[in-house]
């Protein structure tokens, strides 16, 4: 809903619906490749056992965000501007919802990789 919100701002406004796709997709997919290493950097040197709780609220929200990020970054992939924007091709932006279960292996993979560097 996030992603599709935010496509919907862009073109309200003034761009165009293929041109707000293709900037969401830029942002996300620059988002999901910058967002963890600042979320490294900035978890590494907060964590102790004094804050345990705060740590782990950061790491949620963190794991929200890449999450939608991924999402809509893997949608790049498997559909056009055209098929959302106009349905063009018998399609009707379902393919979003299923890249969902795509980011949820990738987001595994990046907590396994967290948790080996901090230890």
């Known amino acids: 809903m996030l992603i599709i919100g935010f496509q919907m701002l862009l073109m309200l406004i003034g761009l165009e619906c293929t041109t707000a796709w293709k900037f969401t997709?830029?942002?996300t997919i620059l988002a999901c490749v910058i967002g963890p290493f600042l979320f490294f950097s900035k978890i590494v040197k907060s964590v102790?056992?004094?804050n345990y709780e705060k740590v782990k609220k950061q790491l949620l929200l963190f794991?929200?965000?890449?999450y939608v990020m991924l999402q809509s970054s893997l949608s790049a992939f498997y559909s056009n501007p055209k098929t959302l924007c106009y349905v063009g091709d018998g399609q009707n932006g379902l393919e979003l919802i299923f890249t969902?279960?795509?980011a949820l292996p990738i987001l595994i993979a990046i907590s396994f990789v967290f948790e080996k560097?901090?230890?």
């Open 25 to 27: 997709w830029f942002l």
């Open 48 to 50: 102790s056992l004094e």
């Open 63 to 66: 794991n929200i965000f890449e």
């Open 100 to 102: 969902g279960w795509l």
């Open 117 to 119: 560097l901090a230890n």
